[in-house]
T-cell receptor
Framework: KNEVEQSPQNLTAQEGEFITINCSYS?????LHWLQQHPGGGIVSLFM???GKKKHGRLIATINIQEKHSSLHITASHPRDSAVYIC?????????????FGTGTLLAVQP | DSGVTQTPKHLITATGQRVTLRCSPR?????VYWYQQSLDQGLQFLIQ???????AKGNILERFSAQQFPDLHSELNLSSLELGDSALYFC???????????FGNGTRLTVT
């Protein structure tokens, strides 16, 4: 079993829909990252969180440390949100940062 | 623009060869990280440097090595290349290990 599991693996939505991507992990962590990767493109860090909830524009990320679960929500989805969304967890003990990555969720938002 | 520069963008080489990938971190960032992204393994952490010192190692092969120089740029050396080493190699930087990461655009390595 992978240490970081994402669901769903693939997601197709219509423009304007509310989208949720889930991430569950089985290891102790200091923080969880949500990353975005456009096809053929680089990686952008969307959120880094260790508790509660963060919001940036139409994106919301939540984490429940006790349940070892995080969700990424996209409100009013748009075709430009089409990308791979990757969850990663890190333990910063000893001033290290060894991220463990999920396999990603491929999101396609259709106009 | 993340401020992290990786060169070259593309690299095509033959099996058995050696290549060097270069990363310039964002100004002021002391931590540099290297990751490999392949179709079958996804993203994997390779190695982390902080202010010139190696801090953490992940799934990095013995044929691979890295270093961070006094000006904080980093190089990833891949030797005795195999077909399976074909992948995207990303560099990221952060001010310190528990800060948000900023990724470069990656180097796409193709081994033929």
């Amino acid at each position: 079993k992978n240490e970081v599991e994402q669901s769903p693996q693939n997601l197709t939505a219509q423009e304007g829909e509310f989208i949720t991507i889930n991430c569950s992990y089985s290891v102790g962590i200091s923080a969880l990252h949500w990353l975005q990767q456009h096809p053929g493109g680089g990686i952008v860090s969307l959120f880094m969180l260790s508790s509660g909830k963060k919001k940036h524009g139409r994106l919301i990320a939540t984490i429940n440390i006790q349940e070892k679960h995080s969700s990424l929500h996209i409100t009013a989805s748009h075709p430009r949100d089409s990308a791979v969304y990757i969850c990663a967890v890190g333990d910063y003990g000893g001033a290290t940062n060894k991220l463990i990555f999920g396999t990603g969720t491929l999101l396609a938002v259709q106009p | 623009d993340s401020g992290v520069t990786q060169t070259p963008k593309h690299l095509i080489t033959a099996t058995g060869q050696r290549v060097t990938l270069r990363c310039s971190p964002r100004s002021g960032d002391l931590s540099v990280y290297w990751y490999q992204q392949s179709l079958d393994q996804g993203l994997q952490f390779l190695i982390q440097y902080y202010n010139g010192e190696e801090r953490a190692k992940g799934n990095i092969l013995e044929r691979f090595s890295a270093q961070q120089f006094p000006d904080l740029h980093s190089e990833l050396n891949l030797s005795s290349l195999e077909l399976g080493d074909s992948a995207l190699y990303f560099c990221a930087s952060s001010p310190d290990p528990d800060s948000t990461l900023h990724f470069g655009n990656g180097t796409r390595l193709t081994v033929t």
